[in-house]
């Protein structure tokens, strides 16, 4: 008789394509949120939570590169069988708050979202099904001065999480003038929109790999087709070669100045009068930048920013980091884009069938943590909370009100709730969550109402500086004793400490007082 088998234990590990967040990388990353969401409350922007499910109508064919409305998205059926998904951004929930709250909300609407989105793409290295944006748009505004507002909120941002002026810029561009381009090149038909879409699908998806393949690559895609390394072929829009050659001075119009930058796009749209608009609408922000004090070192306007020109119907921008790092195989390389955005002056109007101007930026968030690692800015290790140790069971009571009495004060403090019996382990516990202080209070000190305050921090420096046991001697040198009534200042005395230095046998903390003098180990 065959025994039953025993159900299979369940692997303990995220799904593909997904991962966990601990300590620190939560605290900085709210952190960084914090100081941005500060930059755009100063410009009058107010916060928005939307769900995070949708239905699938409302979230639309917005996705990059996607035939169906529903790939590339987590979405499932409901009981009545309406077809509901994981958001895949923060904008297409707007556009549905925007239309059903229309009578409600100010006009223009400005708004700033953060949270996590969900992608149901292929995962790889450092791409993620779940991350998070960071979004702020106004809805509702047909002047570019919304545009030039959000690329200077997007500058200030950048700015006030640590990324120095010169370490990046804003770079801005305009689909408008993309389109006089393409009309120029005879692509587009301002009497008949549909007439050479497909073309015109080719040439935007070609301009786009420009990083990638080069000038070779895009003029082939532009032409009749490219092959790749593998022998695969990519057809291409059929351009001859005189009008691929206006595509490509499109994307090398960049000038020294953004007066000059403009006047070769002049030359380059001629009479296309939605590429005249274009041009206008990119010297108005310029001006409007500049008279704010948002120059060249910060914003420019730049032709060569493509990304996403088929989702825009006006101004584009990106925010670029211009300063070097590593690659996994040590190579020099720049850090590139961490934001992006623009204005979408028709999301909106699939929900109430009326044209509805909106502008704004995505803020790639795990980008610009990793920009801010990379510049040392995130990364430290964060300290953690003053352990109070338990020496007796019987006396929970007296260290939680050791505990409180800190919580009070400001410190983060915690009682250890593990096994007491092996004092040792408490003091592995504290490592283990980088505690700087434990506080200790034994039966003996409790009769005389003492503390024993250990510096944490201190006994590891001396541990690792003579190869001892971080409760060998150094603990006669790292710890003193002192009435209970005094714990709370000494803790605070003890965190305001934020670094020691050893010489000649005696410890000093960071502004130069010496703190422990170790006689015959100097």
């Keep these: 008789m065959s025994k039953d088998k025993p ?12 991962r966990d967040y601990f300590g620190a990388e939560v605290t900085e990353r709210k952190a960084m949120l914090d100081q941005i969401a500060g930059v755009y409350h100063a410009y009058g922007f107010d916060p928005l939570e939307t769900s995070a499910v949708e239905t699938v109508e409302a979230l639309g064919k917005f996705l990059p590169d996607v035939d169906r409305p529903n790939e590339g998205v987590f979405g499932w059926q409901d009981e009545d069988e309406q077809w509901l998904a994981l958001r895949y951004d923060l904008t297409a929930p707007l556009a549905r708050v925007a239309a059903q709250f229309r009578n409600d909300l100010p006009s223009p609407y400005r708004r700033y979202a953060m949270g996590p989105v969900w992608r149901n793409e292929k995962p790889g290295p450092g791409r993620f099904r779940q991350f998070y944006q960071c979004d702020a748009d106004t809805v509702g505004s047909p002047t570019v001065a919304a545009d030039a507002e959000i690329c200077a909120m997007l500058s200030d941002a950048l700015e006030v999480v640590g990324i120095p002026r010169g370490d990046y810029i804003v770079r801005v561009n305009n689909r408008k003038v993309l389109n006089g381009v393409m009309e120029v090149a005879g692509v587009l038909d301002p009497s008949d929109p549909t007439r050479f879409e497909a073309e015109r699908g080719i040439v935007l ?12 690559g895009v003029r082939a895609l532009l032409g009749a087709g490219r092959k790749d390394e593998s022998g695969d072929f990519t057809k291409g829009a059929g351009l001859s070669d005189e009008q691929a050659e206006v595509v490509m001075a499109f994307m090398a119009a960049k000038r020294n100045t953004g007066a000059a930058t403009a006047a070769r796009l002049r030359d380059l749209v001629g009479a296309s009068v939605i590429g005249l608009e274009g041009v206008q609408e990119l010297e108005t922000m310029a001006e409007l930048l500049d008279v704010q004090g948002y120059g060249a070192d910060r914003i420019v306007v730049d032709p060569g920013v493509v990304r996403g020109l088929g989702y825009y119907t006006g101004p584009v921008f990106e925010a670029e980091l211009t300063f070097e790092i590593l690659d996994e195989k040590g190579r020099k390389r720049q850090f590139g884009s961490v934001s992006g955005g623009g204005r979408y002056d ?52 007296d260290y939680m009100g050791m505990v409180g009495e800190l919580r009070r004060a400001g410190i983060r403090a915690e009682a250890y709730l593990g096994n007491p019996k092996n004092f040792g382990n408490q003091l592995k516990y504290a490592d283990k969550r980088e505690s700087p202080v434990a506080v200790i209070q034994g039966g003996d000190e409790a009769a005389k109402d003492e503390v024993i305050i250990r510096d944490l921090r201190l006994g590891n420096l001396l541990a690792t500086e003579f190869e001892t046991s971080k409760d060998g001697w150094s603990s006669h040198f790292n710890q003193r004793k002192i009435p209970k009534s005094e714990l709370v200042r000494e803790v605070a005395n003890t965190l305001s400490i934020t670094g020691y230095q050893l010489r000649g046998g005696k410890v000093y903390d960071q502004s130069g007082r010496m703190i422990v003098d170790l006689g015959v180990f100097g």
Excluded: C, N, Y
Aim: glycine share 12%; charged share 30%.
């Design 7 to 18: 159900a299979r234990r369940p692997k303990a590990e995220p799904p593909k394509g997904f």
């Design 205 to 216: 998806r070609a301009i786009d790999k420009i990083d990638r393949l080069g000038d070779a």
């Design 346 to 397: 028709d999301l909106v109007k699939r929900f109430t069938g009326q044209a509805v101007p909106a502008t704004g930026v995505s803020i790639g968030v795990d980008r610009l943590l990793a920009a801010l690692r990379a510049k040392g800015r995130v990364g430290a290790a964060a300290p953690g909370p003053v352990i109070v140790t338990v020496m007796d069971r019987d006396r929970m009571g």
